[in-house]
C-alpha cells in the first residue's frame, strides 16, 4: 500500500470553513525589467467541476466562484487519465504516461528520471524557489526531494529565500474518494440531488451525492484560505494563482472511466493586472475550447520564461509561448488498480469518442478500494438481486468497439451514437484524430504490463514496437470479426511478442474454433513470453477449453513470475468463474502476499468460487494495509 493512498484513509483534513476570497487587486504597477511572477497551483483530488461557477446550482464554491469570476474559466478542461497516479505523471513531465509506460497504469514505477523533463526541477534551475505540499504520485522513479526545494507537510512559499519568485503547489485531499466512504452533512440535501440515469435512485446513492457536495464546500473553504494568505502577505499582485483537480470523480462509473464523469475537471486561472500581458484572456472570460493537463508543465515553464522541452506534448495556454487551444483534449485508461483495461478517448468538449481495445472486459470490474463506497456496493448488490435496469445493468457487461455520446445533449452518456448513420462524418474525422494522435506520442498501450519493452526509450527502438501494425492488429482484435481469424493466426507466428500478444487476445475477444485450438494450446504452454501465455490461455478458456487453460495460468500465479503476470492471470481467473475452481488452492494462497493489489484480487476470486461474495463486506483490508508501513516514508498523523 502506497504511502499516498494511506495518507488519505488517515486523514481527512476537514480545513476551514468557507473563507472570503482573496481582496480586490491594489496595485496596477507594471513589473519590473527581468521580475518574474510568482505562481501557486491549487490542486483538488477527484472531483468534477461541482462548482457554482461552471453552472451547477446546488454547489457552495464561494471561493473558486470568485476566483473564476476574477481570473480565466475553461469550459472544458479534461485529465489526461481518470485516475490521480498516470494524471499526476502527465502534469510532472509534460508527457502523456502512455507515451511512457508503465506510468499509463494505476501505480506503477516508470523508468522517466534523466529521460523525461519535470517543471518544476526547469524552474528551479531557471532561478524559483519550488514548493509542494504534499502529494506527490507521480507514477515514476523521479524522486520529489531531487526536484523541489521543499516537498513536505511543511511546504509553503513563505519558506521562500528573500527576492526568490516561487512557485507552490498545495494538494488538498477533501474531496479524494476516501473521503465519500462515509457521510458528509452540510447545506445539500441527498433529496435535492439529481441522479445520474446509470446509477439506481436510492437513499444511499443521494447520501453519496450529498456528501460529494458537501466535501466540495469544505475544499473551497481551504481554497479561501490559501488565497487570504497570499493577500495577507501581500503577494496577490504578484501571484498567478491555478485551481484544478487532478481528475474527475469521484462517484459510481466517473474516477476510473473514461467518460466526463471521470475526465472532465475544473480550470480557472487568476492573472493580476500587474502580468495580464501573460494572460491571452481577460479577467472574467471563458474558454471554450478544450484544454487538457497535459498542457499545464507548458503553460508554468511559459509564464516563468523557461524555455520549453521538445518532449513536452502539451501547448502553453499563458505566457510568452502561449498557443491557442487545439480543437481536441485525449484520455486514456489502463489498468485501474488490479483490474486491467486498455480505453483510449478524446472529446472536442462537446462529443465524446471512446474506443475500447478490450470490449471484452465489463465496463466495470470488482475494485476493492473502490468497493469501500457505499455507492458502490449498493450497485453491486442491487446487481446480483437482479434489480438494476437495462441501462444500469450495462455496467457490468461487455461493451462496444465504439462508443459516441453527445454530452450536451445527453451529459450522463448513455446514449451511443456510434452505429447512428447521421454520425459517420463525426465518427471518421474523430476516428482519424485518436489515430494521429496515438502515433504522434507513441502510444505504449499494447505493451502488456511487465514487458521489456515498456518505457520512453525502449518503445522507440527502431522495429521493437511496432505501432501502426499494433493499431491495425488491435481494431481487427477488439471487433470480433470472425472473418479476420487469419489474421490473428498470423500475429501468432509472429516474432514480436507484443503481437502475439495481441493476436491472442483477438481469439480472447471473438472465440477460437478448429485447428485455431490446438494452436493456441501450443502457445499458451511454449510461448517464452507469460503475458503472451496468459493471453492464450483466456482464449481457450472462452473457447471452451478452460480445462486446458486453468492449470496453466495457476502455474503463472507462484513468486517467481513478475507481480504483473501473476495479477494478469488471476484476473482471468476471476474472469472464468466455476471453471477456475481448481484453482482454487493457489488462489487462497495469494490472499496473504504482500503485492498491493494481488491479494484483493485473489479474495474477491475466491469468494466468487466459494459463493460467499458480499458487497456489503469489503474485502480491502484497511487495518491490516494501515498497519503495515509504507516505503514512502511514514504516513502523517491524524
Request: aromatic residues 8%; glycine residues 8%.
Amino acid at each position: 500500500m502506497t504511502n499516498t493512498r494511506r495518507q488519505f484513509l488517515k486523514t481527512g483534513l476537514a480545513g476551514a470553513g468557507a473563507m472570503a476570497a482573496s481582496a480586490p487587486m491594489r496595485s496596477m504597477a507594471q513589473p519590473a525589467p527581468g521580475a518574474r511572477p510568482n505562481i501557486v497551483w491549487i490542486v483538488s483530488e477527484d472531483n468534477n467541476p461541482f462548482i457554482g461557477a461552471y453552472g451547477d446550482a446546488l454547489a457552495n464554491t464561494p471561493n473558486i466562484d470568485a476566483l473564476a469570476k476574477a481570473g480565466i474559466l475553461y469550459r472544458h478542461a479534461y485529465s489526461n487519465a481518470p485516475v490521480c497516479a498516470p494524471s499526476r505523471f502527465g502534469i510532472l513531465t509534460g508527457v502523456l504516461p502512455e507515451s511512457c509506460a508503465p506510468a499509463q497504469h494505476m501505480r506503477a514505477d516508470a523508468k522517466a528520471a534523466g529521460i523525461l523533463p519535470s517543471y518544476p526541477d526547469l524552474l528551479r534551475k531557471a532561478g524559483y524557489y519550488v514548493t509542494n505540499n504534499v502529494k506527490t504520485d507521480y507514477n515514476c522513479d523521479i524522486d520529489p526531494k531531487a526536484i523541489w526545494d521543499d516537498s513536505s507537510t511543511r511546504a509553503h512559499w513563505k519558506n521562500r529565500p528573500e527576492g526568490k519568485p516561487f512557485m507552490a503547489v498545495f494538494n488538498l485531499m477533501t474531496t479524494h474518494e476516501s473521503q465519500n466512504f462515509k457521510p458528509t452533512p452540510g447545506k445539500v440535501q441527498p433529496d435535492a440531488v439529481r441522479v445520474p440515469a446509470y446509477m439506481p435512485d436510492t437513499p444511499v446513492i443521494r447520501a453519496d451525492i450529498a456528501g460529494y457536495y458537501n466535501r466540495m464546500e469544505i475544499m473551497d473553504g481551504q481554497v479561501g484560505k490559501l488565497l487570504a494568505e497570499l493577500d495577507a502577505a501581500g503577494l496577490s499582485d504578484d501571484t498567478i494563482v491555478f485551481y484544478y483537480s487532478d481528475n474527475g470523480g469521484v462517484l459510481p462509473r466517473s474516477k476510473r472511466y473514461c467518460y466526463d464523469s471521470g475526465l472532465r475537471c475544473a480550470l480557472t486561472v487568476r492573472v493580476p493586472p500587474k502580468w495580464a500581458h501573460l494572460a491571452p484572456n481577460g479577467p472574467g472570460s471563458v474558454v471554450e475550447a478544450p484544454v487538457s493537463f497535459i498542457d499545464l508543465a507548458p503553460t508554468v515553464l511559459s509564464l516563468g520564461g523557461v524555455p520549453i522541452p521538445k518532449a513536452m506534448q502539451g501547448r502553453a495556454l499563458l505566457g510568452k509561448a502561449a498557443k491557442a487551444p487545439g480543437k481536441y483534449a485525449f484520455g486514456m485508461r489502463n489498468r485501474m488498480d488490479e483490474r486491467y483495461d486498455f480505453v483510449r478517448t478524446v472529446t472536442d468538449g462537446r462529443w465524446r469518442y471512446v474506443r475500447n481495445y478490450m470490449p471484452h472486459l465489463p465496463l466495470m470490474q470488482n475494485q476493492a478500494f473502490a468497493w469501500l463506497a457505499k455507492g458502490y456496493q449498493e450497485i453491486d448488490r442491487l446487481r446480483m438481486e437482479g434489480k438494476l435496469s437495462p441501462l444500469q445493468q450495462r455496467l457490468f457487461e461487455e461493451r462496444p468497439f465504439e462508443e459516441l455520446y453527445d454530452t450536451q445533449g445527453d451529459p450522463d452518456e448513455t446514449v451511443n451514437l456510434a452505429a447512428n448513420p447521421a454520425q459517420a462524418s463525426r465518427m471518421a474525422e474523430m476516428r482519424r484524430a485518436l489515430d494521429a494522435h496515438m502515433l504522434a506520442i507513441n502510444d505504449n498501450g499494447f505493451i502488456p504490463e511487465g514487458s521489456s519493452l515498456e518505457g520512453y526509450v525502449p518503445s522507440r527502438v527502431a522495429g521493437a514496437y511496432p505501432l501502426k501494425r499494433l493499431m491495425l492488429l488491435g481494431q481487427v482484435a477488439a471487433r470480433g470479426d470472425r472473418r479476420k481469424a487469419g489474421v490473428l493466426r498470423a500475429a501468432l507466428a509472429d516474432r514480436n511478442e507484443v503481437v502475439r500478444f495481441w493476436g491472442a487476445t483477438g481469439f480472447a475477444v471473438q472465440g477460437a474454433f478448429g485447428n485455431d485450438l490446438p494452436l493456441l494450446a501450443q502457445i499458451a504452454k511454449t510461448d517464452p513470453v507469460p503475458q503472451v501465455r496468459v493471453a492464450a490461455c483466456e482464449a481457450l478458456a472462452r473457447s471452451g477449453d478452460a480445462a486446458t487453460a486453468c492449470p496453466l495460468l495457476a502455474q503463472m500465479l507462484v513468486a517467481r513470475y513478475h507481480s504483473k503476470v501473476r495479477l494478469q492471470a488471476l484476473n482471468v481467473l476471476t474472469r472464468m468463474g466455476p471453471a477456475a475452481a481448481p484453482a482454487l488452492d493457489q488462489l487462497r494462497a495469494l490472499t496473504a502476499d504482500k503485492d498491493e493489489y494481488l491479494p484483493n484480487a485473489a479474495r474477491f476470486a475466491v469468494q466468487m468460487l466459494e459463493g460467499t461474495y458480499d458487497p456489503s463486506k469489503p474485502i480491502y483490508d484497511l487495518e491490516a494495509l494501515l498497519s503495515r508501513g509504507s516505503t514512502n516514508g511514514p504516513a502523517p498523523k491524524d
